[in-house]
């Protein structure tokens, strides 16, 4: 319970009496401090009880005000004049008072018997049993928690106690942003019930958590929600809290991080039997000689019926780092349909997964290729493809994708950029040399990917069809090619697609 300029009067042996701004006792004191300075305020911290003897202090109206705005405007909690027989003052000057009044700031007499440093020793002795108190509160806490820790009915229990505790509502989700608990049916410190939802902004925070491996706060729009990742090696989960932890409260969140990681550690554990069915399973869907019908009974058994799916392969470069991957992609793909083999993750998701975010989550870094959309029994073709396109995402850096557009280009990919060069300058060099601009290369460009169509070629270039097969003719004379011939034809199909990926 913080202690106010209210607790500090009600003691009788420091007989302080209120003069001014006897509305505003609640205010915390944290310190006390005397100076006889007329502008102390760079000397305060905020939360002090300023004690002078008005030595110094101005009796004029306008300086007297300045010097209260001063101490008002540090932070003060509030100002004690110390009166005497032998001091400056017997009483509070009016003046004084009521610059007090004007400001808000509480204004407190000492009197003649009492020493300020009686006052300081007060104040400070009622700050360490405060501290004290919360210290012994955040220990029962702490134990109370870890009890429920210990219960073996999961984290529920911690979360609830945590929120029975503190008030702050908490969630824990699993790594893609679903809750995994919550302390739902809770009563917070203010008596409401908790919600057990994910708070909004929640699911942005995870995402930044997800892939930084840290925590994240955010207190858009006033609300506040803070984001800590759980678990010992890899990302298991993360705790949400939806309301900021107070200073007594901060000292725990730790302890629960600990207590909420331990558990997912061991959920984690406790799910290897699951995680080596999922992985037979996969293996009946991989296999070469498998049917539609087997294919559906794989699925089925995993939970699923798709229509269509997609091989995911990675290189994790070590078998732990792989098994840590497959968990990972284990626990957000659904279905669950991974393996591993040495340092390299196989697994199956559905046509529609967003399988390069849940990469970034669970294999940054990690060269990965993502299978075309196939029918279940057809997923070893994906799984190839997958496979194949290994080495295009370890020179580019990141995953590669295969699609039906896009194949001469990955394959293009695996070139060395200058040998492509190379290439495409040997075949398309008397171009260049006779056309700077290029418009040449460009017009024969369009012309193979429009499917040799003299129409939409001039259509895409806003040219007169006449003036395309005449560009062409004078492409043709300076390379010494054909444009009847199927191999000139694919030489220059070839070396216009190298230039381009070697841009």
Sequence with gaps: MTFTLADLVARPELRLSVTAGAGALDRPVLAAHASELVRPGQWLQG?????????????????CRAYVEDVRASGASALALGLGAALPHQSAPPVLVAAAEAAGLPLLTVADEVPFIAVTKAVFAARA????????????????????????????????????????????????????AGAAGAVGAAGGAVDAGLPPGAEELIRRVATLQASAVSVEGGAYVEVQPLGARRLRGVLVLGGEPGAETRLL?????????????RRHLADEPERRRRAALLGRLLDEEGSAETAGDALAAAGLALGAVRAVVVDAATPEDAAEVAAGLALALPGGLTRTAGGVVE??????????????????????????????E???????????????????????????????????????????AGYADTVLGPLDVADPA??????????LDSGCSWDETGRRLGLHRHTVRNRLDKAMRLTGRRLDDGDDRFDLWLATRARRAAL
């Design 47 to 63: 939360g002090e009880l300023l004690m002078t003897i008005g030595l110094l202090l101005p009796m004029e109206a306008e300086a």
């Design 129 to 180: 049993a405060e501290q004290r108190a919360a210290l012994e509160n955040a220990f029962e806490t702490q134990r109370r928690l870890t009890a429920a820790a210990a219960s073996g009915r999961g984290l529920a229990p911690t979360l609830e106690a945590w929120t029975r505790a503190t008030g702050v509502p908490v969630v824990v989700a699993d790594p893609v942003g679903r809750v995994l």
């Design 253 to 265: 969140v730790s302890g629960l991080v600990a207590l909420l990681s331990l558990e997912l550690e």
């Design 347 to 376: 697994a199956v998701a559905a046509e529609d997964t967003d399988v390069r975010e849940l990469l970034e989550r669970f294999a940054p870094g990690c060269p990965a290729g993502i299978g075309a959309p196939v029918a279940p």
């Design 378 to 420: 057809a997923a070893r073709t994906s799984l190839r493809q997958a496979s194949g396109l290994l080495e295009v995402s370890r020179r580019s850096g990141r995953p590669a994708l295969a699609q039906r557009s896009h194949s001469s280009r990955l394959l293009l990919g695996l070139g060395e950029r200058d040998a492509l």
């Design 438 to 447: 290029g418009e040449l290369v460009e017009t024969l460009a369009t012309w």
